[in-house]
């Protein structure tokens, strides 16, 4: 069974702090997709990023990054500078390969104070 | 491009009442997906159709809910009769065949008194 968990349930950020939001996942398979979605007040989760088991170069979009790290089953994200505008709640999700079903963590809200 | 569109946004009912939900997918997805989200909890996949097809209704509670997609492209998902737990949010997604990025709309918030 595949378990996704993020510990924090709230974050609160001045603007342009940096907030990193955790994720650990469980999975027995070796092949799966990570997920990150942000789930703004208007109720659409929009997709963010994916990644694959096998790829564990660290990315970078804009303001954006992700650490993915096999070794201890993480796949944290971190907002640089953030805005206003990111205050949302994030999901963290796990898929497997040939099951299309995601599983998401409970979501970690954040909010950014002007 | 329209994104995936469901209706109504938000709906009231009383216990014991039905409850339908409809999604319109991203024109050329073959894939759609229900999933439930419960307050301050990640979305839970109820349903998964490859075309009209019900691939994954493992997760679907079948003594009061159903779903279609006759035609392989919109959805409903039916609650009958709907209890006071089944308030949430519920959301369709859709995504190309054999891909892993699913788009999701802006779910239905559904409140049942």
């Known amino acids: 069974a595949q378990k996704v968990t993020q510990a924090q349930t709230e974050i609160s950020v001045v603007e342009k702090e940096d907030v990193t939001l955790d994720c650990v996942y469980e999975?027995?398979?070796?092949?799966?997709?990570l997920f990150w979605y942000k789930q703004p007040p208007s109720g659409e989760l929009v997709f963010l990023i994916r990644?694959?088991?096998?790829?564990?170069q660290n990315e970078i979009s804009g303001r954006y990054s992700w650490n993915f790290q096999k070794s201890t089953s993480s796949f944290n994200f971190t907002i640089t500078a953030s805005q206003v505008v990111d205050s949302a709640v994030y999901f963290c999700?796990?898929?497997?390969?040939?099951?299309?079903?995601?599983?998401f963590g409970a979501g970690t809200t954040v909010t950014v104070r002007a | 491009e329209a994104g995936v569109v469901q209706s109504p946004r938000y709906k009231i009912i009383e216990k014991k009442q039905p409850v339908a939900f409809w999604c319109n997918p991203i024109?050329?997805?073959?894939?759609l997906y229900w999933y439930l989200q419960n307050l301050g909890q990640g979305p839970e996949l109820l349903i998964r159709y490859e075309n009209e097809e019900a691939v994954d209704d493992s997760q679907l509670p079948k003594d009061r809910f159903s779903a279609e997609r006759l035609k392989g492209v919109d959805s409903t998902l039916k609650i009958q009769p709907a209890e006071l737990g089944d308030s949430a949010v519920y959301l369709c997604?859709?995504?190309?065949?054999?891909?892993?990025?699913?788009?999701f709309g802006q779910g239905t918030r559904l409140t049942v008194v």
């Open positions: 999975t027995r398979d070796t092949t799966y997709y």
């Open positions: 990644r694959n088991s096998f790829d564990e």
């Open positions: 997604a859709s995504s190309k065949t054999g891909s892993t990025e699913a788009f």
């Open positions: 999700a796990l898929s497997e390969v040939g099951d299309y079903k995601l599983s």
């Open positions: 024109s050329g997805h073959n894939t």
